[in-house]
């Protein structure tokens, strides 16, 4: 099956500064890459994702890049603020088997410093 | 409001006991899973359904099981609970047809004593 690697594990910024998680994956055949945001105590929440037929996106501060041919997406976070600490999973869907299971990362905790 | 709703939110019960996770949704959608977290921890995929009567087994063997009579409900049952049961779950839904976002619910907190 799919196998998500992330890192880093943990990341402390600067308020202000920015902020990248990687990801690389192992399915050629996986086609959408969400990154979801946990904070402590709460459920995921989706904040960006990304189909495998576009090479970038954006929505404000956060921006996630993909690369197929070597099998690794990225989430860029800008402007980092307080509010922006929390735990930040990566996933990959596979369409082998039965064609729409999730693989996450072993997530990134972010701290963002005042 | 369309929602993902769990129950019971927190649940502390001794070691043998069997256990019924609730899940339910409101938005209408047709695939459903069950994830196991430890705080802070990735999530591993435990069982999933694509519909009414359709379940599966995910990659982690958690000695549970899972029924889907009807479409906004997706119940989770340990029939016989562990110390190793210990974790958080979480019931996630997503809208058939397609890569889509996976909506999360709130998590059941299970400790097993």
């Known amino acids: 099956g799919e196998n998500v690697e992330q890192h880093p594990s943990t990341l402390s910024v600067q308020e202000g500064d920015s902020a990248v998680i990687k990801c690389t994956y192992s399915?050629?055949?996986?086609?959408?890459f969400p990154w979801y945001k946990q904070e402590l105590g709460k459920r995921p929440q989706l904040i960006i994702d990304?189909?495998?037929?576009?090479g970038e996106k954006k929505d404000q501060r956060i921006a996630v890049t993909l690369n197929k041919t070597a099998k690794h997406f990225s989430l860029h976070i800008t402007e980092t603020q307080p509010e922006d600490s929390a735990v930040y999973f990566c996933?990959?869907?596979?369409?082998?088997?039965?064609?729409?299971?999730?693989?996450f990362g072993t997530g990134t905790s972010l701290t963002v410093i005042p | 409001e369309a929602d993902i709703y769990q129950t019971p939110r927190y649940l502390v019960i001794g070691t043998g006991k069997k256990i019924t996770l609730e899940c339910s949704q409101t938005m209408g959608h047709d695939k459903m899973y069950w994830y196991q977290q430890d705080p802070g921890m990735e999530l591993h995929l435990i069982h999933y359904s694509y519909g009414v009567n359709s379940t599966e087994k995910g990659d982690l063997s958690s000695e549970s099981t899972v029924s889907r009579i009807r479409t906004e409900h997706f119940p989770l049952t340990l029939e016989s609970a562990r110390p190793s049961h210990t974790s958080q779950y979480l019931c996630?839904?997503?809208?058939?047809?397609?890569?889509?976002?996976?909506?999360f619910g709130p998590g059941t907190r299970l400790t097993v004593l």
């Open positions: 990304i189909r495998s037929n576009v």
């Open positions: 399915d050629s055949a996986s086609n959408y």
């Open positions: 996933a990959a869907r596979s369409l082998r088997g039965t064609g729409n299971q999730f693989y």
């Open positions: 996630a839904s997503q809208i058939a047809g397609g890569p889509n976002e996976q909506f």
